[in-house]
């Protein structure tokens, strides 16, 4: 009879580690399914290649290691010119709306201009390499754009979208996310 007993509870308890193990589970995929639907956008990222978005467009892309990510030296805002193929990196203090707005808040702190091409052919995962002078100092970076991202910046109120990336600055590989605002 002790011997049941003991059966028993110890089945009791695999099975309720079971049941805690299968809610865990559930509520993981519940939480992953809620992170690609926040990843689906409504705009220009998700109807055209991240190639041709990133070019194209006129406004500022902020990179940094969230949306909502804190920074205390500023925000690095990239500004492609598609038709000499550079872009002038600023740092700025907040996400702005456009880069009129910026230029009118006198918040461009240009740090230089880059020469950029692209390394592979992919027009959805491409990789972009940049070479020039940062602050009078020669510097390259490599950005490896992986998926999309969107999100509200909370400081700004700013609905923003765009990529997540992988930056290597100068063989210093971080992750981060690359940015603009809906038009």
């Known amino acids: 009879m002790k011997k049941r007993r003991s059966l028993a509870a110890i089945l009791a308890v695999v099975a309720s580690f079971a049941l805690i193990l299968a809610g865990c589970s559930s509520s993981s995929n519940k939480s992953s399914n809620n992170d690609s639907s926040k990843a689906s ?6 109807t055209k290649s991240a190639k041709k978005v990133l070019t194209s467009n006129d406004n500022l892309w902020y990179m940094n290691g969230s949306i909502n990510y804190k920074s205390k030296s500023g925000i690095d805002a990239y500004k492609f010119n598609s038709q000499n193929h550079t872009v002038t990196i600023y740092s700025v203090n907040k996400m702005y709306k456009t880069y009129s707005e910026a ?17 592979n052919d992919s027009a959805n995962k491409p990789v972009i390499y ?9 510097m390259h970076q490599t950005i490896s754009v992986k998926n999309t991202v969107s999100g509200k910046n909370h400081q700004t109120k700013l609905k923003v979208s765009g990529y997540k990336v992988v930056r290597d600055l100068d063989n210093d590989p971080a992750r981060q996310v690359w940015v603009t605002p809906h038009n």
Request: aromatic share 6%; proline share 3%; net charge positive.
């Open 130 to 138: 940049m070479k020039g002078k940062l602050s009078d100092i020669p």
């Open 103 to 119: 230029k009118k808040e006198n918040d461009l702190d240009k740090q230089g201009t880059l020469k950029y091409t692209f390394k």
């Open 41 to 46: 956008m409504q705009n220009q990222v998700q």
